[in-house]
């Protein structure tokens, strides 16, 4: 199996910014995707960003343009950097590990932004 565990979650006002890391262990695939995913209160979870090992992205349109998702494959670590934050970006942010096997959620990390 997989773990995942996320940091960088927190309270920052709009217009800031904030970097989350998810960092695998276990059972790592060399052909594998993780990202981010979120969900408000009240909302369901929908996609944030997505990078695969071999480096294709894919990006929410909530976050298109203000976010940036990155990894190091030889640290098995996925970071999302989100600039110009939003008070809707207010959600819990879980991390996602997927690979022909099966799929991994980590416990998740809240992000508040404040107007």
């Known amino acids: 199996q997989v773990q995942l565990v996320e940091s960088g979650g927190g309270s920052v006002q709009a217009g800031g910014s904030l970097r989350l890391s998810c960092v695998a262990s276990?059972?790592?695939?060399?052909?594998?995707?993780m990202g981010w995913y979120r969900q408000a209160s009240g909302k369901q979870r929908e996609l944030v960003a997505t990078?695969?090992?071999?480096?294709?992205?894919i990006i929410g349109d909530s976050v298109k343009g203000r976010s940036t998702i990155s990894r190091d494959n030889n640290k098995y670590t996925v970071y999302l950097q989100m600039n110009s934050l939003k008070p809707e970006d207010t959600a819990v942010y879980y991390c996602?590990?997927?690979?022909?096997?099966?799929?991994?959620w980590g416990q998740g990390t809240l992000v508040t932004v404040s107007s």
């Open positions: 996602n590990y997927e690979s022909l096997r099966f799929g991994v």
């Open positions: 276990g059972s790592i695939s060399s052909d594998n995707a």
């Open positions: 990078i695969t090992s071999g480096g294709v992205r």
